[in-house]
Structures are given as structure tokens and as C-alpha cells.
């Protein structure tokens, strides 16, 4: 006989684990946490890439539910670390005793719902089975690695790693040749340590990429101070603003300034470094003439980086509008171009044709290398769900349900998979808001539903198709409005997969209008949900 428990809770990482707190603390239900995992963390678990750290600042990278948890952790830098937030996220798993109630080492296989019993049925790799009325899912949107799948791979006479599977005991890039396909946000954050101990580092570049310094640096004591005495405010202000983090976006237009003021504005952001950067004007993604000043100045600031003027050429020959795309922010990125062992390739006018048993040939030339490493990025989104075999009402599965593309309600819910929920599910701001704050909005919200259910007798919620159907022409909509599906190649709309359709995931309304949207949909009796 299998168990039977009120929540099973998919995923060990910043939204697994505030889940479990909320159900079986707040609430009382009996929860647990199956993790695939040997540790806790998630994301911050597995991407232990060289450079791998946080592109949001510490003080408003971390969960805000708490005040003590808050007053009693200390961030070292402005941007944290793999290392250290992995040490947080073992703290709070350590802080609210939710170990007990966590598997690791359990990848979850298949969940199907059993209409008569009203209970999800979820298996696990290793065939246990597990019963429970509600099957949440807090897989993150970007945890299933994207390999891919060039011609030779297995050939390979030397090592490879993909940044998002790396091994714990790190490589040592120490007289090694060293190739790096791909220049997104990790890839960034890898070239220049890389290039620190490696013997030579090529670059594989298919699509140039924007980038702001980030200026790390320690923390002092008056900034560890600043943040304790104002808890309630920086929780208030990522809450209340588009992307959840702790600064609001300028309201004025870029060409309502002239050039000069322009031209200070950006230098002033540009200092300050971060991802504040594109909130320096408040039409940056919404008008195209507005986004060429931000593109402008850019180029001219990697230009005035690179020595090297074909490399500095290649590395500003954008395809997309700033910020597009998720916007890196980097340590030294441009700067280790500068250096004599690192070299840029351009392989889209030469694209990767095959990887040989000693190193990469493009269309052009064949890089020996002793050490591949791919920083090509996740199935994002769809994938970690639709890798799990989920079941709905007549043995429907997700894959048929989404097969083109995601469709859900608020990104909370499919319609057709009763009392399924998706923690930052596509549809849902998630991956264009700092994730924390996705994190604990989405959480609450899913125990503040269950709560009402057991209030009112009830035992199963689920997503209509017509509120499924209105919600993703709202999640076309907002996109529409905004420049972000001019970036053809971008994940956000699946594009970096292979066949995988073409629909851009994110909610991009912003998070507080999201919020609003939540709270009013939950106001109104959940509607568009039916209950029962
Ligand atoms: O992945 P990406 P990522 N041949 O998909 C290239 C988050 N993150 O891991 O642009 C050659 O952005 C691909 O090229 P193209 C953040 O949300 C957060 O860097 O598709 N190249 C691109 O250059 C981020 O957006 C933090 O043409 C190939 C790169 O690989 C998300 O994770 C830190 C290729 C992939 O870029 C993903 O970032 C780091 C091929 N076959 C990341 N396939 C934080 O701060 C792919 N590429 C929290």
C-alpha cells in the first residue's frame, strides 16, 4: 500500500522549501519534498560552474517571509555566490527543521491523477509510489541542462561539462585547452575565471551579447546595518515593482533627455554596474528608438574594452534589442578578450560542424582541446515538467496537453490536472522577476488556496479552459507590448531547443501587476477555477 499525504512537493530549491514550510507549518498538512538531488538548494545545488553567482543583489536575493531569518543572516558581497547561497538555503532548511520532511537523492518519475480517489499517484525513479491530493511542482525553470546535440560528442577524446551539471570537486583548467560553447549569462560569468588558470580558452560565440559590469564587492558594515534597519522596505519595494527587485525603473522616456543628459545617465548606470542598468529609462523595452541609445552606448563602451578591433567587432554585432534577452551582468567578461589566451570564434558565420575526438571542427577550422564546456543553457521552462510523465484527468498528458506550447492559468495551474500546481510555471512572471520574490508570491498563493479549500470542505481545484484559453492571449499580450519577442533566439520563446514550439512562457506584465492580478483572481472566489 502506498503513503498517503496531503502535499508532495517536487523540488528541494528556494521554492520547495518555503512550500513545505507553509503546508505543514502554517497549515498542518502532512508534506514532503522529493528532490532528486543529494542536497538541498536546486538550482544554487547544482550550478557550481567557475564564476557561477547571483546576477541580484544579496539583500533582495533571499526569501523576505521572515524578519529573524533576515536580521540573522549576513551576506558577504553585493552579489552572492554559489557557495554562499547554497550555505543560505542549508540554513533555512536547518532553521525551519524541514529536513525531515525532505527525500534527496529521489528524482520524481511519473504522477498521474486518479480521478475516483481525487489523489495524485506520483512514482519515483526508484519506484516508489506516494499518494497525495496535491502535487506541486517547484522544479525551477531553468534546471534541465541543454546539451546539444552536435555530430561527435562521444567521440571526444577529452572532458566535457555542461555549467548547469558540474562536478562538485570542480575542474582544474590548469595547461589545458579549453573550449567554451556559448556566451549567455553563465557563459559570461565563466569566461573570465576560466580564463584565469586554462592554457588557452576559445570562445564559441553564436550570438553576441550585451553586458553591464556588475561591481562586486564585499559588503561593509554600514550596508549590512542599512539593510537590517530597513527590512520592511526593501521587501515592500521588490514586491511593488516590475521586476522584483529593490529599485524602481526610471518613468522617463530615453529621448525626453538630451544626448548629453543621455549620455550621463547611461555613464552614471553604467558605474554603479547591475541590472539596474536597463531601468535607466522607462521605455527601454517598450520603444525600439529608445533601446538604440541603450545599444549605442553599449557598443561603444566593449568597444572601448577590446584591443582587438575584430574581436570587439564580433562581440557588439548584436542580432536583438538590449535587454531582450536576459541581461548579463559581468565581472572582467569583455576584459578577457584583452587577454593572449583567449580567443573569440564566430560560429554563426562558421558554424560548429562536428566535435572530433580532438576538439571542435567548424565549417572554418578545426580548436584541439582537452576540455569541452557548454554553456548552452536549459530547456527552459517546459522542460523540467515535461520530463516528469504527468498524467491529468483521462490519462492526458502534460506533453499532449502543451504540445504547442505552454497553456496555463496564471501559470498556477493546467486546465485538465486537477490540484496540480506549477510554482513559477510558464505563464507566470518567474524568469523575468527576480526569483525569490516569484518564489514566495507563488507559494503563498498555493497555501493560501489550499487553506481556503479545507475552510470551505472542499478538496480539489482546477483550472477552466476558457480562464487557461484568456490567460495565455494575456500572456501573448503583455509580451506584444513589450520588445522581448524580437529576440529570436532567446529562450524565453523556446528557441535555443531544437523543435521545440515557439511560444514566449513568461508573464511579462511585471510582477506587482501579476500580484494584483493573483490576489484579485482569488478575491473573486478563484475564479476561473473550478472548485469541489
Ligand atoms: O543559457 P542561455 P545560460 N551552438 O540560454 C549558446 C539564468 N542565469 O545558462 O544565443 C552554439 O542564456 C547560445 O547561443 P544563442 C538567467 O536567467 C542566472 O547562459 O542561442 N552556441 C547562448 O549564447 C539566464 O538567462 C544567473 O545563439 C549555442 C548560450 O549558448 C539563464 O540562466 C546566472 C548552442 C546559452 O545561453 C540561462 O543562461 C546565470 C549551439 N548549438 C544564468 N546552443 C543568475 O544570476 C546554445 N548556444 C541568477
Given at each position: ?354 566535435i572530433t575526438p580532438a576538439g571542435i571542427r567548424t565549417r572554418d577550422a578545426e ?166
Amino acid at each position: 500500500m502506498s503513503e498517503t499525504l496531503d502535499a508532495v512537493i517536487v523540488g528541494a530549491g528556494f521554492s520547495g522549501l518555503y512550500q513545505l514550510h507553509l503546508l505543514r507549518d502554517r497549515l498542518g498538512l502532512s508534506a514532503r519534498v522529493l528532490e532528486a538531488g543529494d542536497g538541498v538548494g536546486g538550482t544554487w545545488y547544482w550550478n557550481r560552474y567557475p564564476g557561477a553567482r547571483c546576477d541580484s543583489e544579496s539583500h533582495s536575493y533571499c526569501y523576505m517571509f521572515s524578519r529573524d531569518l533576515q536580521q540573522d543572516w549576513e551576506w558577504t558581497e553585493r552579489y552572492p555566490g554559489q557557495p554562499e547561497i547554497l550555505r543560505y538555503l542549508n540554513h533555512v532548511a536547518d532553521r525551519f527543521d524541514l529536513r525531515r520532511d525532505i527525500r534527496l537523492g529521489t528524482r520524481v518519475a511519473a504522477a498521474a491523477y486518479d480521478e475516483a480517489a481525487n489523489l495524485w499517484q506520483v512514482e519515483t525513479a526508484g519506484g516508489e509510489r506516494i499518494a497525495a491530493r496535491f502535487l506541486i511542482t517547484a522544479v525551477g525553470c531553468l534546471s534541465t541542462a541543454n546539451v546539444p546535440r552536435i555530430p561527435g560528442l562521444e567521440s571526444f577524446a577529452g572532458c566535457w561539462y555542461h555549467t548547469g551539471e558540474w562536478p562538485h570537486e570542480g575542474v582544474d583548467f590548469r595547461g589545458k585547452r579549453v573550449g567554451q560553447i556559448g556566451t549567455g549569462s553563465t557563459g559570461i560569468q565563466a569566461v573570465p575565471v576560466i580564463a584565469e588558470t586554462a592554457a588557452h580558452l576559445t570562445v564559441f560565440q553564436r550570438t553576441a551579447n550585451y553586458s553591464v559590469p556588475a561591481r562586486n564587492a564585499p559588503l561593509d558594515a554600514g550596508f549590512k546595518d542599512w539593510v537590517r534597519a530597513n527590512y520592511d522596505a526593501i521587501r515592500d519595494i521588490t514586491r511593488a515593482t516590475t521586476n522584483g527587485h529593490p529599485f524602481t525603473i526610471a518613468d522617463r522616456p530615453a529621448l525626453s533627455v538630451s544626448a548629453e543628459e543621455r549620455q550621463a545617465l547611461y555613464e552614471k548606470a553604467w558605474e554603479r554596474g547591475g541590472l539596474q542598468f536597463r531601468a535607466t529609462f522607462g521605455d527601454i523595452l517598450t520603444d525600439r528608438a529608445a533601446n538604440d541609445t541603450a545599444v549605442a552606448f553599449l557598443k561603444a563602451k566593449i568597444r572601448g574594452i577590446v584591443t582587438d578591433p575584430q574581436t570587439a567587432a564580433l562581440l557588439t554585432d548584436f542580432d536583438h534589442p538590449y535587454a531582450t534577452k536576459r541581461p548579463p551582468i559581468d565581472t572582467d567578461y569583455f576584459e578577457a578578450y584583452n587577454r593572449d589566451n583567449v580567443t573569440l570564434v564566430d560560429v554563426r558565420a562558421a558554424p560548429i560542424e562536428r566535435i572530433t575526438p580532438a576538439g571542435i571542427r567548424t565549417r572554418d577550422a578545426e580548436y584541439p582541446l582537452d576540455i569541452i564546456v557548454f554553456a548552452t543553457g536549459f530547456d527552459a521552462m517546459t522542460g523540467p515538467l515535461l520530463r516528469i510523465d504527468i498524467r491529468g484527468r483521462g490519462g492526458v498528458t502534460l506533453q499532449e496537453a502543451w504540445a504547442d506550447g505552454p497553456r496555463t492559468y496564471l501559470g498556477l495551474q493546467v486546465a485538465g490536472f486537477p490540484n496540480l500546481f506549477t510554482m513559477t510555471g510558464p505563464g507566470s512572471p518567474s524568469v523575468l522577476c527576480n526569483m525569490p520574490v516569484a518564489i514566495e508570491q507563488h507559494a503563498e498563493w498555493i497555501a493560501d488556496c489550499i487553506a481556503h479549500l479545507r475552510a470551505q470542505g472542499l478538496a480539489r481545484i482546477e483550472a477552466q479552459p476558457d480562464a487557461a484559453d484568456r490567460w495565455v492571449t494575456e500572456v501573448n499580450a503583455a509580451a506584444e507590448a513589450t520588445l522581448l519577442p524580437q529576440a529570436s533566439s532567446s529562450w524565453y520563446l523556446g528557441a535555443n531547443v531544437p523543435g521545440k514550439p515557439r511560444v514566449f512562457m513568461p508573464y511579462a506584465g511585471g510582477m506587482a501587476q501579476y500580484r494584483r492580478i493573483c490576489e484579485g483572481v482569488a478575491a473573486r472566489g478563484y475564479e476561473g477555477f473550478a472548485l469541489a
